[in-house]
């Protein structure tokens, strides 16, 4: 296993529980030393436990050399990362680094998959870094949410494989045999091509349920009631149907990005993905135009901010709604007092420039002229309306995730903004 984050990690304790001998190599030292030690770097439910089951059993290594891991293996995932391109593309450059320096060490038979989100195309460009025609590459997309990645890696709803060979994509999908998980073999670009649809279809469902959020706003309408009449049509489904205060993270924003721009350098017109990016934009805009007309203003204005992270149950502030509505108010001139359960306060954080960190919901709110509920941690569901209405300068509550009751705040004394509801 090429790569220690989000994938490369619940993936080696998936298939060292599986009982697979994985040797996981990370160039990041003190990332590697505390996996060494028993220790998950990424805050992940369940990882700590398969992690030290798979020590304990000798089945899971940790090595700082990809070459020394790629040698022994029969089968080599690339989980390096793919950042984002100034274009919007998805740079490959670890991915082929990482081939090129494996290369020579690989065993003739050998396959080597990537895992990583990458381009269509990238397949046959690693075929290439590798210089051999004796080992074979393999296009391995994942589809695990961050905060639930070990269950969702255990029990893989799919397992995609896509290679120019049949025989070598069924290799790869008979490592994941015990998740019981539907299979769909492939060639390399249709497997490439499926990740990018499936993120994009996710965002573009948001948008489309962020932007009916805003209609139900302008008719009089409840999209809590307009999803549950939507969802119960099995071909919508009830998921991915909650408005929000825009969708982020390290995937979706990256990967519409990527295949917007794949589709632009291929002279193919997509205003349909093009308009679910542009939906989103205008939705952290919205928020910021709640929170200022429920604070009266937002210059000089106190605002706190609950919630960092792009989602609930996750460290992971990149591309983050949150992140990006904090700042925009603290560009406009207001005092932002954040609170977050993963963002330690009396540290300096560089996306949090201009924000105060505090250490509880209640020190976030005191003086404050609005409360913003920005990510879904059910700990704000369960505060005492009556004591945080008592901190603040002026009761108002722009609850950007639809979490609280409407009805119990507005009894709490407090004004009520949700997303979508009356
Ligand atoms: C996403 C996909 O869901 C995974 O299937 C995929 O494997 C992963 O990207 C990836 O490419 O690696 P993740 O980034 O963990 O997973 O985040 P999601 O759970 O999809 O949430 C994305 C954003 O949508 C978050 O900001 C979340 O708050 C928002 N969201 C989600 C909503 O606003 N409403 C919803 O109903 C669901």
């Known amino acids: 296993m090429v790569g220690a984050g989000y994938v490369g990690i619940p993936t080696a304790v998936t298939l060292s529980h599986f009982g697979y001998s994985v040797i996981v190599a990370e160039r990041d030292l003190s990332r590697l030393g505390e996996l060494r030690a028993g220790r998950s770097p990424i805050r992940e439910e369940g990882l700590d436990e398969l992690l030290a089951e798979g020590i304990a059993a000798g089945l899971l290594t940790f090595t700082d050399n990809a070459t020394e891991a790629a040698a022994d293996a029969d089968v080599v995932f690339l989980c390096v990362a793919t950042p984002q391109g100034n274009g919007g593309e998805a740079d490959i450059t670890y991915i082929i680094d990482a081939a090129t320096s494996i290369s020579a060490a690989l065993r003739p038979g ?32 994942e589809f695990l949410r961050e905060g639930t990645a070990v269950h969702d890696s255990l029990h893989a709803e799919r397992i995609v494989a896509g290679s120019d060979d049949p025989r070598h994509a069924e290799i790869v999908v008979q490592l994941f045999a015990d ?23 996710l965002a573009t469902k948001l948008s489309f349920m962020n932007a009916m959020a805003a209609f139900c706003e302008e008719v009089g309408a409840d999209v809590r009631d307009v999803r549950l009449g939507m969802g119960h049509d099995h071909r919508i489904g009830m998921d991915f149907l909650n408005p929000g205060p825009g969708w982020g993270g390290s995937c979706l924003p990256k990967d519409t990005a990527a295949l917007l721009y794949m589709s632009q350098i291929n002279n193919f017109d997509f205003p349909l993905l093009a308009g679910a990016i542009e939906t989103n934009e205008r939705q952290l805009a919205r928020m910021v135009s709640k929170i200022e007309e429920a604070a009266g203003g937002l210059d000089g204005r106190t605002i706190a901010a609950w919630g960092l992270t792009f989602k609930a149950n996750t460290d992971d502030r990149r591309s983050s709604p949150a992140i990006d509505i904090v700042q925009r108010l603290a560009a406009r001139g207001a005092i932002v007092q954040a609170y977050d359960p993963t963002v330690a306060p009396g540290q300096v954080y560089a996306d949090l420039d201009g924000v105060s960190v505090m250490s509880s919901p209640r020190d976030a709110a005191r003086g404050a002229h609005c409360l913003a509920i920005l990510t879904e941690w059910s700990e704000f569901s369960l505060v005492d309306l009556a004591d945080i209405y008592s901190q603040m300068e002026h009761a108002a509550i722009v609850d950007c995730r639809n979490l609280l009751s409407a009805a119990t705040v507005r009894e709490a004394g407090f004004s009520y903004q949700g997303v979508g509801i009356r």
């Open 110 to 141: 050998s396959i080597v998959v990537n895992k990583s989100t990458v381009p269509v195309g990238t397949a046959a460009r690693v075929q290439v870094a590798l210089g051999r025609d004796d080992v074979f590459v393999v296009s391995n997309p």
């Open 179 to 201: 998740t019981g998980a539907a299979v769909v073999i492939t060639d390399t670009a249709s497997a490439e091509t499926i990740k990018y649809a499936a993120n994009a279809f």
